[in-house]
C-alpha cells in the first residue's frame, strides 16, 4: 500500500492527540514540555505532508516547518528556564503546586 | 478715563494676592505687608484720580451724573441674547465706594504692618487683606446683578478667612464658620431674588433691569408686578429676597449674629471688614437697585425702613451692656448701619425727596471713617493692654496720648457733635427721617442719644475711670514700643483728621438718588434735637463712668430685665439654636440623615455587595490550574471547529 496524504495525516492527528492527552495528564511540567513538542511536531508533519502532495513544486511548507523548529527550540529554552525557577520557587515541577496567584 | 486704569483698581490687590497667596511663605515673608500696602496704595490713587476725574471732569452731562459702563465684556453666554457680562460700572455712589474702600483699605494695610508685626503668617494675613480688598472693589464696580453675586460670594470668604485668621482658636474658628454660615443662609435669598428679578427684567445688567422696572409702560415690569405668590407681586418678592440677602451681609434683625462674633478676627480686619466695608454691601445693594425699591415697590422699602430702624435701636440697646470693647463697636456699627438702611427707607426719589438716599450715603461715609478710627484705636488699645475687657482698661489717656485724642474726636463724631462728620450726616438722616416717619423719626434720636452714651461709656471706662496701674507686669514690655509704632499711629492721625472734616463735604452735590445735584440746606432747628440728646447721652456716661462708683451697677439694678436682656444679647443667639438644634436637627436633619444613611447608603452597598459576591461566584473559575484552564481551551476549540464545519451554512 502506497503511503499517501491521508495516512500521514492519520500519523499526525494521532501524534497531535498524544500531545494533548499528555499535555493534560501529566502534573510534571517537563513532560507537559515534552507532549507540547509533541503537538508542535504533529503540526510540522502536516505542514511537510501538504507541501509534498498539494504544492510539489513549493517550499513554503518547508520553510514554515523550519520556522517552526527554531521557534520551538527557543520556546524549549524559555520554557526550562521558567520551570528552573518555579522548582527554585516552590521546590517542585508540578504544575498544582504553582498556584500562588490564585487567591 | 480710560477703562484700563479703572480695571486696574481691583486688579493690583488681586495681582498681590496671587503673588502673596502663592509664593509669600517663601520668599515674601516680612516683605508681603510692603507688597501687599504698595499695590494698595496705587490701588488707592487710582481711585482718587478716577474719583476726580468723575465727579470734577467728565462725569457729569447737563447737570446729571451719568451712569457709564467703562468696560464690558460677554463672559458666559448661554443662548443668544441671553448672557452674562463682566463690566464696570461708575456712577456716583460706585465711584464713592471705591474711594472709600480703597483708602480704608489703605490705612488698614498701613495699621497692620505694626499690628501684625511677627505673626508667624504674615504674608498670608496681607495675601487675605489683598483678595478682601479686590472682591469688595469688584462688587462695588459691578456692572449687573449676576456679578455682584460673584463678588459677594468671594467677600464672605475672605471674610471667613480673615475672621478665622487665628484658626488655632476655637472661638475664632466657630466665628468664622458662623458669619460664613449665616450670611451663606441669607444668600440663599439674594440668589432667588436675582433669579426672580432677571427672569422678569429679562436681564442680569443693572441698567437696563433699573430701567425696565421702572419704567411704568415697560411689559416687564407689568409682568413683574401681575405674578406672584400669597398676594405679593413677584416683584416685590424678588426685592424682599434680594434685602435679605444685604440684611445678612450687613448683619442687619435678624441675621445680625454673625457681627459680634466675628470680632474674634484680628482687629485691623474688624475695622476693614466688620466696620466700613463689607457690612455696608446691603447697603450699597438697597442703593443699587435704589430706582426699582422706590418707583415701583414702595413696600418693600417700607419693610427696610423698618428693619433698619429696629436694627438700630435694638444694636444701641445691646451695646449699652457690653463689655469687650469690640463687641461694643460690632453694635454699634450693627446700629449705624441700620440707621443707613432706614434712611434709604424713607427716601424717595429724585429731587428733594431723595435726602434720604444722600444722606445714606453720606452716612456710609463719614462712618468708614470713624468707625475704622475707632476700631483701629481699640486695635491700639487692645495691642497695649492685651485685652478686649474693659474691666482691665482705664487710664490710659496719659499712656496712650494719640489714641486717646483719636479716639475722642470718633467719638464725638459718632455721638453727633458738631462740627464733627458724624453730626452732619445723621442730622441729614434725621431730617429724612422726620419729613417721612415720625415713629422712626423718635426711634433714630433715642438711638442717637443711647449712642453718645454707649460710645462714651467706652471711652471713659478705657481712658479715664481709674489709674492704669494694676498691669505693672506689663511694663517693661512696653518700654520698647511705647504706645504704638508709628505705622500704627499714622493711619489713626489721618483718620482722625479726616473724621473732622469728612462732614464739610457737599455730599448731596456729588450724591444723589437720580443723579443731580442735590442742594441740602442745614436746618438748625432739625440739628437741635440730636444734639441735645447726643450731649445728654454723654453727660450720663460721663456721670456713671468719668470715675469710679456704684452708680452704673445701681442703674442696672434698677433696670434689671431689660438689663439682663440686652447683656445676653436679648436671647437671640439661643432662639437660633432652638431652632437649629432643636426643630431643623430633629425635624429636617435627622430624618434625612436616616434617609441618608439607610435608603442612599443601603443602595450604594446594594451595588457593592452584588458585585463582590458575583466575582465570588466567577473567581472558582480560576483555579489557577494550568490543566484544567487547558481542557477548557480544548473544549472551547472543538466546540468552534463544529461549529464551522457542521453548523455553517
Redesign the interface.
Known sequence: MEVGLTQILLLSTALFFIG?YG???R?NMIT?LMAVELMLNAVNINFIAFNKYLWGGKLDGVFFTIFIIAIAAAEAAVAIAIVINIYRNFGSID??DA?S??? | MSAINIALIPLLPLASFLLLGLFGKKHFKESGGIIGTLSLLGSAGLSLWTAYNYFFVSGKVDGVYQKLEVLKIQWLEFAPGVSIDIGLLLDPISVMMLVVVTFISLMVHVYSLGYMKGEERFSIYYSFLSLFTFSMLGLVLSSNIFQIYIFWELVGVSSFLLIGYYFDKPSAVAASKKAFIVTRFADLGFLIGILILAFHAETLDFGTLIHRLTDSSSPQLHSAIAGGLFGISALTWGLLLVFIGGAGKSAMMPFHIWLPDAMEGPTPVSALIHAATMVVAGVYLVARLFPVFALSCPGALEVVMYVGAASALFAAVIACTQTDIKRVLAYSTMSQIGYMMFALGVSGYGGENGLGFTASMFHLFTHAMFKALLFLGAGAVIHYVHSNEMGDMGGLRKKMPVTHLTFLIACLAIAGVPPFSGFFSKEEILTAAFHSNKLVYGVALFTAGLTAFYMFRLYFSIFWKREYSNHGAHEEEHGGHGEAPFTMKLPLMILGVLAIVTGFVPFGEFVSSDGEALHSEFHLTMAIAPVVFGLAGIFVALMMYKSESNLPARVSSTMRGLYKGALHKFYVDEVYLFMTKKIVFNLIGRPSAWIDKNVVNGLVDAGGMFAQDGSEEL?VW??????GY??WF?VGVIALVVGFVFLAP
Not at chain 2, 480560576?622 to 490543566?627: L, N
Open positions: 494533548v499535555f493534560l495528564t502534573r507537559m504544575a498544582e498556584d496567584l490564585k487567591l | 473567581s480560576q483555579s489557577g490550574k494550568v490543566q487547558a481542557i480544548l
